[in-house]
């Protein structure tokens, strides 16, 4: 199996939005019906691509073997000063669980530690999230449960959130040290 990461482009909001629209993906996301909608999700995408422009965050459209779309994966709160982004990712329902979420993870981490500079991105999820915790749990260049080692951002994460998350974080060294065992 393998995975592109596309630019955000409007082309593809009408099969973000049918996807995004599902309760399992929207809820989760926190997201309203008007968000989901072509419109809302159009309008994300001019969102995105501004934000792009001021060097905000880095987002790509996950599409599959027939370049379908398939989800979405960003980088966010990229701070260059600290070498620090936040990473989210979201799948369409039917295509959980088929490998499409570690692939695009190893491709964005890469641009972000190799392009971008990064020296930590950090994941996590509400703790009410079993899915996607389960799903970080699996990466093996990840560190678990980090909360106490960088509060500051673990407050941040649940106030954003508005409930009790799980903080974790992928370290530069370590993931170009899978990255080179594993992908070379």
């Known amino acids: 199996m393998q995975i592109q990461l596309a630019s955000p482009d ?3 909001a009408a099969a973000l939005s049918k996807q995004s629209s599902d309760s399992n993906v929207r809820d989760t996301l926190g997201l309203t019906k008007l968000q ?10 001019h969102f995105v691509l501004e934000a792009e422009r001021q060097g905000n965050l880095y987002s790509r459209i996950i599409l599959n073997e027939i370049e379908g779309p398939v989800g979405v994966i960003t980088l966010k709160e990229i701070n260059e000063k600290e070498g620090t982004s936040e990473i989210g990712t979201w799948l369409g329902v039917k295509h959980w669980g088929k490998g499409y979420n570690e692939l695009a993870k190893t491709e964005i981490l890469y641009h972000a530690f190799e392009k971008l500079n990064l020296v930590r991105v950090f994941a996590g999820a509400k703790k009410t999230n079993i899915r996607s915790l389960k799903s970080q749990e699996k990466l093996p260049y990840i560190k678990i449960d980090v909360g106490a080692n960088f509060p500051e951002q673990h407050t941040k994460m649940e106030s954003d959130a508005r409930q009790p998350c799980i903080l974790n974080v992928i370290e530069r060294d370590c993931f ?6 594993n992908m070379i």
């Not at 989901?36 to 995408?45: L, P, Y």
């Not at 170009?176 to 065992?181: D, G, I």
Request: glycine share 6%.
């Open 10 to 12: 409007i082309k593809y």
């Open 36 to 45: 989901s909608s072509v419109q809302g999700t159009v309008d994300f995408i």
């Open 176 to 181: 170009l040290e899978w990255y080179k065992n």
